[in-house]
C-alpha cells in the first residue's frame, strides 16, 4: 500500500506559478513510478507528468510540455510538480499518483496507476 497526499493547489492569475507537492508513505515507494494526473469539470482525467525510479526518466503531455516540472525528493518520499506560465485551462483537481508501470513514459501512455491521493484544487483565472 502506498498513502499519498497533495498540498499547494490554490488560485493563480495566468500567468502566474504554482508548487504542488505530494508526500507518499508506506511500502516500497522507490519502487513506484509517480505522476500527476488532473481532472477539470465535465471532463475527463488526463495525464500531466511522470517520473520514474530514476530522477532523470520524466515525460510530460504536450500541454504542459516546457511549463510544467516534476521532480522527486527521495529522501523527503516527495514529488513535485511545479506550474509555471499557467493558463485558465490547467484548471482542474490535481491528483498524484504511484504507478508499477517501469517508466514515466510507459505511465503516460497507458495511464496506469495503481494508487491515487485525494486530489487538491487548482483554479487559474484570467
Known amino acids: 500500500q502506498v498513502q499519498l497526499v497533495e498540498s499547494g493547489g490554490g488560485l493563480v492569475q495566468a500567468g502566474g506559478s504554482l508548487r504542488l507537492s505530494c508526500a507518499a508513505s508506506?511500502?516500497?515507494?522507490?519502487?513506484?513510478?509517480l505522476g500527476w494526473f488532473r481532472q477539470a469539470p465535465g471532463k475527463e482525467r488526463e495525464f500531466v507528468a511522470a517520473?520514474?525510479?530514476?530522477?532523470?526518466?520524466?515525460y510530460y503531455a504536450d500541454s504542459v510540455k516546457g511549463r510544467f516540472t516534476i521532480s522527486k525528493d527521495n529522501a523527503k518520499n516527495t514529488v513535485d510538480l511545479q506550474m509555471n506560465s499557467l493558463k485558465p485551462e490547467d484548471t482542474a483537481v490535481y491528483y498524484c499518483?504511484?504507478?508499477?508501470?517501469?517508466?514515466?513514459?510507459?505511465?503516460?501512455?497507458?495511464?496506469?496507476?495503481?494508487?491515487w491521493g485525494q486530489g487538491t484544487q487548482v483554479t487559474v483565472s484570467s
Open positions: 499518483a504511484a504507478s508499477t508501470a517501469l517508466t514515466a513514459q510507459s505511465m503516460g501512455v497507458t495511464r496506469r496507476v495503481d494508487y
Open positions: 508506506g511500502r516500497t515507494y522507490n519502487m513506484y513510478t
Open positions: 517520473i520514474g525510479r530514476s530522477a532523470g526518466n520524466t
